[in-house]
């Protein structure tokens, strides 16, 4: 397997524009986070869904963050309209739901927002 | 509610030098207790892990024993190499059962020749 598969992994936009970060989980993972990185507050969780159903979104900043799962080979992650504060690096990571089961990260999405 | 403290970096090591980096963590019930390692430009990595209380997790040559008494999961490794340079999060699992993954904030750990 390749592994969890983000893209674009460098992103760099205009303040006010609308950015998509998407991933691609692991084939038969059933479970898919998106985190946050960043120096100031380390790595945040976003969401994450399960079975393709948001089951925690009390980690997104803001209205302005969406974040969808439309099957269970896929997943995005919207923002708009960016702002320079949510320049970081977002990570997509999935697993197989069960007790202590481990997290695989992709590489990671670099947005610079200027 | 839960969360994980670990120490601050960053820490430089000469190759061959014993590691410590203490973790400690605060969580309701008995969570599972990973290391994740991260290369530049990488994603991140599970180095190790423990389930249960006195489990000692190890990959390596890194170990980590869960203590319970002390709320503690700090990695050790005997003899660094060069390539060990990368920054490592401890991180806690929701002890609710779900995946979510609580991570302290990083130390960049950086060995020289």
């Known amino acids: 397997d390749a592994g969890v598969i983000q893209s674009p992994r460098h992103e760099v936009t205009e303040m006010g524009q609308e950015v998509t970060l998407r991933c691609k989980p692991i084939?038969?993972?059933?479970?898919l986070f998106w985190y946050r990185q960043t120096m100031m507050r380390g790595l945040e969780l976003l969401i994450y869904f399960n079975n393709n159903v948001p089951i925690d979104d009390s980690g997104m900043p803001e209205d302005r963050f969406s974040a969808k799962m439309p099957n269970a080979s896929f997943s995005t992650l919207k923002i708009q309209p960016s702002e320079p504060r949510d320049s970081a690096v977002y990570f997509c990571?999935?697993?197989?739901?069960?007790?202590?089961?481990?997290?695989?990260f992709g590489q990671g999405t670099r947005l610079t927002v200027v | 509610g839960n969360s994980v403290t670990q120490m601050e970096g960053p820490v430089t090591l000469s190759e061959e030098a014993f590691l410590t980096i203490n973790c400690t963590y605060t969580a309701t019930g008995y969570p599972s207790l990973f290391w994740y390692v991260q290369y530049p430009g990488e994603g991140l990595q599970l180095l190790l892990k423990?389930?249960?209380?006195?489990d000692k997790g190890s990959n390596k040559g890194f170990e980590a024993t869960y203590r319970k008494e002390t709320t503690s999961f700090h990695l050790e490794k005997g003899s660094v190499q060069v390539s060990d340079s990368a920054v490592y999060f401890c991180?806690?699992?929701?002890?609710?059962?779900?995946?979510?993954?609580?991570f302290g904030k990083g130390t960049k750990l950086t060995v020289n020749p």
């Open positions: 991180a806690l699992s929701d002890p609710g059962g779900s995946e979510k993954l609580v």
């Open positions: 084939s038969g993972h059933n479970s």
């Open positions: 990571a999935s697993s197989l739901k069960g007790v202590n089961t481990e997290a695989f």
């Open positions: 423990a389930t249960k209380a006195d």
